[in-house]
């Protein structure tokens, strides 16, 4: 049996040898599931994971409705054959990416991806910014 002495002495060696990291408290994040994960990776738009800390949904075919471009190449029945079509497709993607990107900064989200991409556990709520990025993109 060890005396109260050595117990001090191999706590001592410990800390000083740094092996007293070897043994760590077990964090809340290790044991608990995580709040959000992501269910379909094709239907993530930003950001990158599989648990979000602070995740959005968004149901893209709305947004996408109103993009300016996007409605001109609808309202004019364009197709991939017509030059106007592929500059018209790629300022809405612009449009599109840059709102999603400022949704992100300003709202502190670390994931955006199409409702049903990310599936929130335990209770959580996964706030639906569509009518957030509908503003973004029309101004």
Do not use: C, Q
């Amino acid at each position: 049996m060890l005396g109260t002495g050595s117990w001090k002495l191999i706590i001592l060696f410990a800390a000083t040898f740094g092996l007293a990291g070897l043994v760590r408290p077990v964090a809340a994040d290790d044991s608990e599931e995580a709040s959000f994960e992501v269910v379909d990776s094709d239907g993530i738009y930003f950001g990158t994971g599989k648990n979000p800390k602070t995740p959005g949904v968004l149901v893209a075919d709305d947004v996408w409705k109103e993009i300016p471009e996007y409605k001109k190449i609808l309202d004019d029945e364009l197709t991939e054959d017509d030059p106007e079509y592929h500059l018209l497709m790629l300022k809405a993607t612009e449009r599109f990416n840059k709102a999603l990107k400022a949704l992100a900064k300003r709202d502190s989200h670390d994931m955006l991806g199409e409702v049903g991409s990310i599936k929130a556990n335990s209770g959580a709520k996964i706030p639906d910014v569509t009518a957030e990025m509908i503003k973004l993109v029309t101004r």
